[in-house]
């Protein structure tokens, strides 16, 4: 263990311990309110480019495993903690080693309640968490050359070469195509657990190469940046949505399909992370807890329109789910899948794969 440090963009500092890797992270500093779940949460790739700072007090106390990961490797090019456990039981890896491995820099002993209400209170920010000796000096002018997350696609950065995941069952009921913009592992399991061939295909793949490969269904999936950077992207989503298939998206597939029938995105101040999120479905008065890992939003339709608001944020109001009045189009800003958090939305899932299947055998 060594000094450490955190700095941030208005020149606050945390001075604590050092472990993990021995360099400098810089990124956006951002916090999650989930009390389990860490190795899901840094292997997601929507903390692509962000420095971690986790509310719960204890971290590590049960090892890293080596199936429960959201994708190849650690996305979060940081982490700090109050207290930082290096614990191995049952033959498996301590968090510290297992970052240190993957080059993830973490500082704990640092009094997190105030780093979370400083974020919380001023926004999340650009950052550098420092292990190597880097002065405070330094750091700062890193930070200044540091691009803000407005603004930044970082699709490309963690979307994967096409792959398949055969249906759990061994009986295929439809065909779905996953655009992986960042997609957490997950998402293709529980598709596929629901009885879809998925082909996972990734973030740049155009409408005709998706056309070829006859999906029954859509899924726009998750992943970090700035949806407002990503004109590209929107352009593929609409000229999807002329295929006539089900689409669905989820948090970043979410923001981007709603770009791509008229509606606005935002950044947050300081975004909604973390396992214990309400969110109102507004057609029936029912309140899901939710796994949530966005810093963006959508803004709301303005006047007549043929969307429809689905789901809300009981924290802050912000568009939560939307669908296509008389189409097959529909998204969800929190995460389904739940890994980790609560399951109260897996039926999403498997719903999706309910209309992907009735609109193969509308085909045939």
Not at 60 to 81: F, T
Not at 152 to 180: I, Y
Not at 305 to 313: A, D, G, N, Q, Y
Request: aromatic residues 6%; glycine residues 10%.
């Amino acid at each position: 263990m060594s000094a450490a440090y955190l700095l941030l963009e208005d020149g606050t500092r945390f001075d604590g311990e050092g472990a993990g890797a021995i360099t400098v992270a810089l990124g956006e500093a951002v916090f999650t309110t989930g009390m389990t779940g860490y190795q899901e949460t840094l292997t997601d790739p929507s903390f692509s480019g962000q420095v971690i700072t986790f509310s719960s007090p204890m971290i590590g106390n049960y090892g890293i495993e080596s199936d429960v990961g959201e994708s190849d490797r650690v996305q979060a090019i940081g982490m700090v903690c109050r207290e930082a456990r290096n614990a191995a039981p049952a033959g498996r890896t301590g968090l510290l080693d297992w970052l240190s491995e993957h080059g993830v820099p973490v500082l704990f002993g640092i009094d997190t309640r105030a780093l979370v209400q400083h974020l919380r209170d001023k926004g999340s920010m650009r950052a550098a968490l420092v292990t190597d000796g880097t002065t405070p000096e330094q750091a700062k002018q890193l930070i200044a050359e540091t691009p803000a997350m407005a603004g930044q696609d970082l699709a490309a950065g963690v979307s994967r070469p096409q792959r398949e995941q055969d249906p759990a069952s061994g009986a295929t009921r439809c065909t779905v195509v996953l655009l992986d913009y960042g997609a957490k592992d997950s998402i293709g399991d529980l598709v596929a657990e629901a009885g879809a061939h998925v082909v996972i295909v990734p973030h740049d793949s155009t409408a005709d190469e998706i056309r070829a490969l006859d999906p029954d269904g859509i899924l726009l999936a998750n992943g970090p940046g700035d949806p407002g950077a990503m004109d590209a992207h929107v352009a593929n989503v609409q000229a999807m949505l002329e295929l006539g298939v089900p689409v669905f998206g989820i948090c970043l597939g979410h923001q981007l399909l709603a770009r791509a029938v008229g509606l606005d995105t935002y950044k947050l101040r300081f975004g909604h992370r973390g396992v214990n999120h309400p969110v109102l479905e507004t057609e029936t008065g029912r309140v899901l807890v939710t796994s949530q890992n966005h810093g963006f939003a959508v803004k709301a339709p303005a006047g007549e329109t043929e969307i429809v608001i689905t789901h809300r944020s009981l924290y802050d109001e912000t568009v939560e789910g939307l669908r296509v009045e008389g189409r097959p189009v529909w998204s969800m800003q929190f995460h389904p899948e739940a890994s980790p958090g609560p399951h109260d939305a897996r039926d999403a899932l498997v719903s999706f794969v309910d209309e992907a299947t009735a609109y193969r055998e509308s085909r045939s």
